[in-house]
């Protein structure tokens, strides 16, 4: 599977069908998706990593494949997605750590990486993350992430805030 790039302590690399095990453990775990809709089934599962691979092949990126570096644990995942943004379709950063692996900064440390890169290999001028305003260590990541409150919207029963950052604003961000 193709490394993407590293960072102090993780590995960035495509996914391959030997990560669906997991990915299962997180994506079907009704505390770690508790801002989804449902956890996911199996063959969700599958079809996530068939969306993400995909993705690869169509716009030059999706979410990657998390490893620590010490042990090639696998942890979770971490990349840019396009999704629909309150009718928009843009470029979204998102991430899914395993909730072992929670509070120890390992979102905060991908999402930067993924932030640069994203500034570094496109020419998108934005890049965001939107999540369910009640899920505070999203937004938290989001503003580690040089990301700024820019507007919140309803998508069915639930309030969704939307976090972004522009190319100007990750330039001036550098030099500080």
Known sequence: ????????????????????DGLKDIICDPETMKYYEKPYD???????LDWCIRSYAEN??????????KNGEFIGDCGISLQNI?????????????????????????????????FENTDH???????????????????????????EYTDGSETLSIYSISRVEHRTQEKV
């Open 1 to 20: 599977m193709k490394i993407i790039f590293e960072t102090e302590r993780l590995l960035v690399r495509e996914y391959g069908q030997s990560d669906f």
């Open 42 to 48: 199996e063959r969700g599962v599958q079809r996530w």
């Open 60 to 69: 030059g990126f999706g979410l990657w494949a998390l490893e620590l570096k």
């Open 86 to 118: 309150n009718g928009e379709i843009l470029p979204e950063i998102g991430y899914h750590i395993n909730k072992k692996y929670w509070r120890r900064g390992y979102a905060k440390e991908a999402a930067r990486a993924v932030r640069d890169w994203f």
């Open 125 to 151: 001028g934005a890049v965001y993350s939107y999540m369910n305003k009640e899920n505070l260590a999203s937004v938290a990541t989001a503003r580690a992430n040089g990301m700024k409150f820019v507007g």
